[in-house]
Nanobody
Framework: QVQLVESGGGLVQAGGSLRLSCAVS????????MGWFRQAPGKSREFVAT????????YYEDSLEGRFTISRDNAKNTVYLQMNSLKPEDTAVYYC???????????????????WGQGTQVTVSS
């Protein structure tokens, strides 16, 4: 019943920016922790960022902090990922994920999330 739909991906030049969106339906969005993951060709899915249901706790993969910003708008049932200073190595399919926020810690593992979107392609050219 819970559905996540990503949007905002596309082709961008190195150094450019993109803003990804993830719209959630069929659940209590305001009580969900939200996460972003990505999967590059030939590689496994990896953690990008997570945000608590209140928006008060945020955690990033170390190499991405400072370039990427996660945020949420509970009135719109939407989570965002602002990506700046993009590099070719950021090329991947980006996935949105959701699960109930238990308040026990950051959700940075794939198994921490029950609900997933289908992904949106981000391609960064050199």
């Amino acid at each position: 019943q819970v559905q996540l739909v990503e949007s905002g991906g596309g082709l961008v030049q190195a150094g450019g920016s993109l803003r990804l969106s993830c719209a959630v339906s069929g659940g209590t969005f305001s009580r969900f922790a939200m996460g972003w993951f990505r999967q590059a060709p030939g590689k496994s899915r990896e953690f990008v960022a997570t945000i608590s249901w209140t928006g008060g706790s945020i955690y990033y993969e170390d190499s991405l902090e400072g370039r990427f910003t996660i945020s949420r708008d509970n009135a719109k049932n939407t989570v965002y990922l602002q990506m700046n200073s993009l590099k070719p190595e950021d090329t991947a399919v980006y996935y949105c994920a959701a699960d109930v926020d238990y308040g026990l810690g950051y959700k940075y593992r794939i198994d921490d999330y029950n609900y997933w979107g289908q992904g949106t392609q981000v391609t960064v050219s050199s």
